[in-house]
Protein backbone atom coordinates (compact mmCIF):
# COMPACT_ATOMS: atom_id res chain seq x y z
CA UNK A 1 0.00 0.00 0.00
CA UNK A 2 1.35 3.39 -0.73
CA UNK A 3 1.98 5.97 1.83
CA UNK A 4 -0.54 8.39 -0.04
CA UNK A 5 -3.32 5.61 0.46
CA UNK A 6 -2.32 5.25 3.85
CA UNK A 7 -2.54 8.80 5.31
CA UNK A 8 -5.88 9.20 3.20
CA UNK A 9 -7.37 6.18 5.03
CA UNK A 10 -6.45 7.38 8.16
CA UNK A 11 -7.92 11.36 7.49
CA UNK A 12 -10.31 12.46 10.39
CA UNK A 13 -13.76 10.91 10.23
CA UNK A 14 -16.77 12.40 11.29
CA UNK A 15 -17.89 11.66 15.21
CA UNK A 16 -20.97 9.66 15.19
CA UNK A 17 -23.90 11.41 16.09
CA UNK A 18 -24.84 10.98 19.49
CA UNK A 19 -27.60 9.18 20.66
CA UNK A 20 -30.21 11.27 22.23
CA UNK A 21 -30.53 11.89 25.54
CA UNK A 22 -33.85 13.39 27.10
CA UNK A 23 -34.29 13.83 30.70
CA UNK A 24 -38.20 15.09 32.11
CA UNK A 25 -38.10 16.14 35.59
CA UNK A 26 -41.01 16.31 37.76
CA UNK A 27 -39.75 16.18 41.37
CA UNK A 28 -36.99 15.32 43.01
CA UNK A 29 -36.19 11.50 42.65
CA UNK A 30 -36.92 12.13 39.11
CA UNK A 31 -34.28 14.81 39.01
CA UNK A 32 -31.93 11.99 41.17
CA UNK A 33 -32.81 9.77 38.60
CA UNK A 34 -32.03 12.27 35.64
CA UNK A 35 -28.12 13.30 37.15
CA UNK A 36 -27.32 9.13 37.05
CA UNK A 37 -28.79 8.77 33.66
CA UNK A 38 -26.73 11.96 32.05
CA UNK A 39 -23.55 10.68 33.93
CA UNK A 40 -23.73 7.75 31.69
CA UNK A 41 -24.14 10.10 28.65
CA UNK A 42 -21.40 12.23 29.30
CA UNK A 43 -19.41 9.15 30.02
CA UNK A 44 -20.30 7.88 26.53
CA UNK A 45 -19.06 11.48 25.08
CA UNK A 46 -15.99 11.02 26.75
CA UNK A 47 -15.17 7.52 25.22
CA UNK A 48 -15.86 8.72 21.49
CA UNK A 49 -13.76 11.43 22.29
CA UNK A 50 -10.71 10.30 23.50
CA UNK A 51 -10.78 7.18 20.90
CA UNK A 52 -10.72 10.59 18.19
CA UNK A 53 -8.49 12.15 19.91
CA UNK A 54 -5.88 9.56 20.28
CA UNK A 55 -6.85 8.32 16.23
CA UNK A 56 -5.89 12.19 15.49
CA UNK A 57 -3.05 12.63 17.46
CA UNK A 58 -1.60 9.34 15.69
CA UNK A 59 -2.13 11.45 12.31
CA UNK A 60 -0.75 14.20 13.67
CA UNK A 61 2.64 12.11 14.36
CA UNK A 62 2.05 10.65 10.83
CA UNK A 63 1.23 13.33 9.02
CA UNK A 64 4.73 15.43 10.57
CA UNK A 65 6.96 12.19 9.98
CA UNK A 66 6.27 11.98 6.29
CA UNK A 67 6.05 16.00 5.58
CA UNK A 68 2.30 16.07 5.19
CA UNK A 69 0.69 19.48 5.94
CA UNK A 70 -0.03 19.27 9.68
CA UNK A 71 -2.42 22.30 10.10
CA UNK A 72 -5.07 20.49 9.88
CA UNK A 73 -4.38 17.99 12.22
CA UNK A 74 -3.51 20.36 14.73
CA UNK A 75 -6.74 22.08 14.81
CA UNK A 76 -8.50 18.75 15.04
CA UNK A 77 -6.22 17.97 17.86
CA UNK A 78 -7.46 21.18 19.74
CA UNK A 79 -10.94 21.42 18.94
CA UNK A 80 -11.24 17.73 20.13
CA UNK A 81 -9.44 18.15 23.58
CA UNK A 82 -11.43 21.17 24.57
CA UNK A 83 -14.31 19.00 23.71
CA UNK A 84 -12.94 16.58 26.08
CA UNK A 85 -12.54 18.85 28.59
CA UNK A 86 -16.02 20.09 28.35
CA UNK A 87 -17.35 16.94 29.24
CA UNK A 88 -15.00 15.55 31.58
CA UNK A 89 -16.42 19.09 33.55
CA UNK A 90 -19.78 18.11 32.95
CA UNK A 91 -19.39 14.69 34.03
CA UNK A 92 -18.03 15.72 37.01
CA UNK A 93 -20.52 18.11 38.30
CA UNK A 94 -23.04 15.67 38.12
CA UNK A 95 -20.91 13.04 39.98
CA UNK A 96 -20.98 16.11 43.00
CA UNK A 97 -24.93 15.99 42.55
CA UNK A 98 -25.11 18.73 40.43
CA UNK A 99 -28.44 19.27 38.63
CA UNK A 100 -28.50 20.73 35.32
CA UNK A 101 -30.90 22.95 34.45
CA UNK A 102 -32.08 25.53 30.95
CA UNK A 103 -29.35 28.12 30.06
CA UNK A 104 -30.82 31.06 31.46
CA UNK A 105 -29.29 34.43 31.24
CA UNK A 106 -27.32 35.26 33.96
CA UNK A 107 -25.71 38.00 35.69
CA UNK A 108 -22.09 36.35 35.65
CA UNK A 109 -19.82 37.69 38.92
CA UNK A 110 -17.17 34.80 38.79
CA UNK A 111 -14.42 33.39 36.09
CA UNK A 112 -12.28 30.91 36.36
CA UNK A 113 -8.84 31.61 34.90
CA UNK A 114 -5.26 30.33 34.82
CA UNK A 115 -3.92 33.71 33.63
CA UNK A 116 -2.14 35.75 35.87
CA UNK A 117 -3.03 38.90 34.21
CA UNK A 118 -6.17 40.04 32.47
CA UNK A 119 -6.62 41.00 28.49
CA UNK A 120 -5.87 44.99 28.29
CA UNK A 121 -9.38 45.56 26.64
CA UNK A 122 -8.28 49.37 25.82
CA UNK A 123 -11.12 51.63 26.06
CA UNK A 124 -11.18 55.39 24.84
CA UNK A 125 -13.68 57.69 24.82
CA UNK A 126 -14.38 61.41 25.14
CA UNK A 127 -16.37 61.19 28.48
CA UNK A 128 -14.44 60.68 31.58
CA UNK A 129 -13.32 56.99 32.92
CA UNK A 130 -14.74 54.73 29.94
CA UNK A 131 -15.25 51.12 30.59
CA UNK A 132 -13.35 48.33 29.14
CA UNK A 133 -14.83 45.27 28.15
CA UNK A 134 -15.32 42.33 30.90
CA UNK A 135 -12.81 39.45 30.90
CA UNK A 136 -13.92 35.42 29.55
CA UNK A 137 -12.93 32.64 30.75
CA UNK A 138 -10.55 30.63 28.74
CA UNK A 139 -12.52 27.06 30.25
CA UNK A 140 -9.63 25.62 31.97
CA UNK A 141 -9.37 22.18 32.44
CA UNK A 142 -10.81 20.46 35.47
CA UNK A 143 -9.02 21.45 39.08
CA UNK A 144 -7.33 23.89 37.78
CA UNK A 145 -7.26 28.25 38.16
CA UNK A 146 -8.86 30.26 40.58
CA UNK A 147 -12.46 32.36 40.41
CA UNK A 148 -12.00 36.36 39.41
CA UNK A 149 -13.77 39.00 38.88
CA UNK A 150 -15.01 39.31 35.44
CA UNK A 151 -14.32 43.37 36.12
CA UNK A 152 -10.79 43.63 36.03
CA UNK A 153 -9.11 46.49 38.05
CA UNK A 154 -8.20 48.99 35.57
CA UNK A 155 -5.95 52.35 35.11
CA UNK A 156 -7.30 55.21 33.73
CA UNK A 157 -5.29 58.49 31.76
CA UNK A 158 -6.38 60.93 29.22
CA UNK A 159 -4.30 62.88 26.43
CA UNK A 160 -4.96 66.49 24.29
CA UNK A 161 -5.28 65.12 20.51
CA UNK A 162 -6.00 67.52 17.71
CA UNK A 163 -9.94 67.80 17.16
CA UNK A 164 -9.54 68.31 13.28
CA UNK A 165 -10.45 72.05 13.52
CA UNK A 166 -7.34 73.95 14.78
CA UNK A 167 -7.59 72.74 18.49
CA UNK A 168 -7.52 69.95 21.06
CA UNK A 169 -9.72 67.64 22.64
CA UNK A 170 -9.70 66.10 26.10
CA UNK A 171 -9.61 61.89 25.40
CA UNK A 172 -10.26 59.38 27.72
CA UNK A 173 -8.51 56.35 28.43
CA UNK A 174 -8.77 53.27 30.15
CA UNK A 175 -7.05 49.87 30.13
CA UNK A 176 -7.37 46.44 32.42
CA UNK A 177 -4.15 46.23 34.74
CA UNK A 178 -5.32 43.20 37.68
CA UNK A 179 -7.03 40.85 38.67
CA UNK A 180 -9.62 41.41 41.42
CA UNK A 181 -11.20 38.68 43.59
CA UNK A 182 -15.22 37.97 42.93
CA UNK A 183 -17.55 39.56 44.42
CA UNK A 184 -21.23 38.28 45.84
CA UNK A 185 -23.55 40.15 44.17
CA UNK A 186 -26.02 40.29 47.03
CA UNK A 187 -25.41 41.29 50.75
CA UNK A 188 -28.18 40.36 52.22
CA UNK A 189 -28.15 36.86 52.15
CA UNK A 190 -27.96 33.83 54.78
CA UNK A 191 -24.24 32.40 55.49
CA UNK A 192 -25.91 28.76 53.71
CA UNK A 193 -25.66 30.70 50.33
CA UNK A 194 -22.42 31.67 50.59
CA UNK A 195 -21.01 28.41 51.93
CA UNK A 196 -22.68 26.61 48.87
CA UNK A 197 -21.05 28.50 45.90
CA UNK A 198 -17.63 29.05 47.76
CA UNK A 199 -17.82 25.03 47.93
CA UNK A 200 -18.74 25.15 44.09
CA UNK A 201 -15.63 27.20 43.77
CA UNK A 202 -13.28 25.52 45.56
CA UNK A 203 -14.10 22.00 43.20
CA UNK A 204 -13.16 24.26 40.44
CA UNK A 205 -15.68 22.91 37.92
CA UNK A 206 -17.35 25.77 36.62
CA UNK A 207 -15.90 27.96 34.25
CA UNK A 208 -18.31 30.99 35.31
CA UNK A 209 -20.74 31.74 38.56
CA UNK A 210 -23.51 33.96 38.33
CA UNK A 211 -26.80 35.01 39.74
CA UNK A 212 -30.40 35.47 37.83
CA UNK A 213 -32.68 37.64 38.13
CA UNK A 214 -30.01 40.48 38.07
CA UNK A 215 -29.13 42.22 41.33
CA UNK A 216 -31.05 44.84 40.74
CA UNK A 217 -34.34 43.35 40.33
CA UNK A 218 -36.55 43.10 43.32
CA UNK A 219 -39.19 40.54 44.45
CA UNK A 220 -38.04 37.60 42.98
CA UNK A 221 -36.40 34.82 44.74
CA UNK A 222 -32.45 34.60 43.79
CA UNK A 223 -31.02 31.90 42.11
CA UNK A 224 -27.03 31.21 41.13
CA UNK A 225 -26.00 28.93 38.85
CA UNK A 226 -22.72 27.76 38.00
CA UNK A 227 -21.58 27.67 33.70
CA UNK A 228 -19.08 25.36 32.01
CA UNK A 229 -18.35 27.32 28.77
CA UNK A 230 -16.91 25.34 25.55
CA UNK A 231 -15.71 27.57 23.15
CA UNK A 232 -16.73 26.48 19.58
CA UNK A 233 -15.44 29.07 17.63
CA UNK A 234 -14.21 32.25 17.44
CA UNK A 235 -17.57 33.73 18.22
CA UNK A 236 -19.38 30.98 19.32
CA UNK A 237 -19.84 28.94 22.64
CA UNK A 238 -21.49 26.27 24.04
CA UNK A 239 -22.29 25.90 27.60
CA UNK A 240 -23.88 23.48 30.53
CA UNK A 241 -25.87 25.33 33.10
CA UNK A 242 -26.11 23.81 36.76
CA UNK A 243 -28.07 25.04 39.79
CA UNK A 244 -26.10 25.51 42.80
CA UNK A 245 -28.12 26.90 44.80
CA UNK A 246 -31.48 28.63 45.43
CA UNK A 247 -33.60 30.40 48.23
CA UNK A 248 -36.88 32.09 49.15
CA UNK A 249 -36.85 35.38 51.27
CA UNK A 250 -40.58 34.42 52.70
CA UNK A 251 -40.05 38.16 53.92
CA UNK A 252 -41.03 39.42 50.55
CA UNK A 253 -44.68 37.20 50.82
Not at 74 to 88: A, F, H, S
Not at 152 to 162: F, S
Not at 179 to 186: A, I, L, N, R, W
Not at 200 to 207: E, H, N, P, S, V
Request: aromatic share 8%.
Amino acid sequence: MSESTALAKSAPRQMERPKQTVVIARSAEDLLLGNQQLIGWAQDRIDDLEVDLADTVKNLEHATKRKWKVSPWKRRVTMLRKRLNYYVKIKAALEQGYCMVPNFPAHVFAIRTCKKNPRKNTARGTWRNPSVKNQNTESPPLGEGRHVDPNALQTTWQDEVDDGKGGTKTVHYAEAVEFDDPEFPVTMVKPQILEDVSHARALKIFDEIGMLPEPRRHGADPVVVGRIVLQAGTYSERAMTFLLSWWVDRQDF
